[in-house]
């Protein structure tokens, strides 16, 4: 059996590595960095598994994902260059919100958890409720992506609001949180209130990878208060201080995240830890492969896989455009061990073939270096400023995840979706969250 592609693709991933973290002068908050570590860990989770899939990459997909990733890093660096108002160096800002707003916010949270856990209970019973509360999420979780989920309690479409509305709340929370800890030495763990309580909604929701929105905004708030205090001056020191502490937070997320993957697919499955590892990790590039072999049936609609949102949008005037199911097809691979996941490239590559689909990296490269720019070099203190750090999260959040699923076409390149992180993420921020901005001076005083 050859291993020859997938040795050189770790090779390539590995010197990719090394080419943006110096090109971007030492600089870890980098949306092609995440995204190359992440392909990286999965062809490495390849390689380990290469007796479960018993075949080497092809020199296409190779091809597809090395050149996509330095298309993005190009994009990047261009969007980089933006030039922005550098930040004052001689003070800094603390964001001061009352017990009392922080305290209603997370009564609200619950109350809308408790509405969604009754209609999900009164789901189970419908569909026996055998397996226990992790099997009956797991079975909701598939339901939602099949369509076939219906809401049982009336006034549904307030709770659908209300939880919109606990996730704009929490990045906001979050990033304050990490800006007075690293800004100005205050753990202020009532700040993450919140936060704990949009994380109970997501249980109920039934959405794992929400969680990974999370992690990501806990990660970007601290690596970014981080540059924007010190500079680029100490970013070597800095860095050293960015790994340990990303790497522990990565660790116990990845605990948290697997084991409550284990708990809700139940025992029907009956994988081990290794191949379930495998099955989210490694199994992505063995899909691509056979996305090459035996492609999607085809479609003369333009973008049909990718801009399903558009024509979802575009179907509420009147239109009739077809939809794309969310749910794409199994593969088999190893002893009977099935999967559906086939990288962020797969559904381009149907829609637009191998060129487009690299080159298409480059706008979204691109639009994270702006942002990261705009969001390094200028204090946060308006409304906006908050939304375009929830874009950026969600730009680094497609970036960890196209190793495994193309979140791009879901969120930018859906109307709706990118109406509700812009327009009713600004006014759920600017009416529902009271806060206050304090300059502190770099000696500690108040400005």
Known sequence: MSI??????????IAQLFIIYYAEGRNYLSISFFATAFFLISAVFYFIGMGLFQSDLLVKTVFLIYGSLVILTLGELIGQKTRFKVLSCNTEKLYIVKHRDISMITVIMMMIFIYRFLDLYLYSLEIGNTGGIFHTISVTRLDYAMGVYKTRLPFYFLFTVGTLMSEMIAYFFIYIFMNNLVIGKRKELKLLLPVGGYAVILIALTERTSYIKLFTAFVIAYMLTIYKKQGAVRRRRLNKKIKRTVAGFGIMFGVFFF???????????GLSLFELLIAYIGAPLYGLNKMFE????SYSLFGYYTMSGVYRVLNIFGFDFRISHTHLPMFEYGHLLTSNIYTSLALPLMDYGVTITILSRFFWGFLGGVIQKRMITSALINVWDFVLFILMVLLFYCGLMAFCADRYKEIFLSPTTLIKYTIFAWLTIKFTVRYKVIEIRRGGEEA
């Open 4 to 13: 020859i592609m997938i040795y050189i693709l770790v090779i390539l991933l």
């Open 294 to 297: 035996n492609p999607l049936p």
């Open 259 to 269: 084991g409550y993957g284990i708990f809700t697919r139940g025992d029907k499955d």
